[in-house]
């Protein structure tokens, strides 16, 4: 029963989120492969069940609208789904508050390593090469020019580094944070040398 719930969840997300470049399928199985990773240096102190669950829905509130914060919507959907699905009351619960308190806009911290984990992995998703290419792909969906998409590199992207919660997750992020940070300093570099 268990591989045809996640199945189904799979399958639904997948083509619910498919049309988002940024933040969608590809996006996601990212983030559940960062989650993963991360579990598996924590130990067995990590609920997998939820953890996978809540790496599958952490961003489906910003595919199915409804008002709120994604996180916030994410998190209530989640809960319907896995009621629905027959899931126990306490992976339903880890996973809304995993779901809840993964974004870094929402500002709400996590209080189980679930939670921490989602957050950590969404925070490594958006630095590095690829946080580079997803941050410019969101500005030409918003419209917004090179410098004003770089603004968002101060404004979140350096930041996230220094938001992680893991030692693990900053040890896979490292890497990622430095390629973010040098590349930052060349844009603003070639940036000044054109104005």
């Known amino acids: 029963m268990e591989d ?7 399958d639904l997300v997948r083509s619910i989120s498919s049309k ?3 933040h969608g399928w ?3 199985t990212r983030v559940r492969k960062l989650c993963r990773r991360i579990a598996s240096a924590v130990g067995d102190k ?13 961003d489906i509130g910003r595919f199915i609208g409804g ?3 994604h996180a916030e919507v994410s998190a209530l959907f989640a809960e319907k789904i896995l009621r629905v699905l027959g899931y126990s009351d306490e992976v339903v619960a880890r996973v809304v508050e995993a779901i809840a308190s993964h974004s870094y806009s929402y500002g709400q911290e996590p209080k189980t390593i679930e939670g921490k984990i989602l957050s950590d992995a969404d925070k490594i998703d958006a630095i590095g090469a690829i946080g580079v290419a997803r941050t410019f792909m969101l500005g030409g969906i918003w419209g917004r020019g090179i410098g004003e998409t770089a603004k ?9 580094y220094d938001k992680l919660y893991l030692e693990e ?3 896979i992020a490292y890497k990622r944070n430095e390629a973010i940070k040098q590349f930052y300093r060349q ?8 104005v």
């Open 4 to 10: 045809r719930r996640i199945s189904f969840i799979e």
């Open 20 to 22: 988002d470049p940024v």
């Open 26 to 28: 590809d996006h996601i």
């Open 46 to 58: 990590v609920d997998l069940l939820a953890l996978d669950l809540a790496a599958l829905l952490h």
């Open 67 to 69: 008002q709120g914060h």
């Open 152 to 160: 968002h590199f101060e404004e979140k992207l350096l930041k996230l």
């Open 169 to 171: 997750s900053r040890k």
């Open 187 to 194: 844009l603003l570099k070639e940036l000044s040398e054109t």
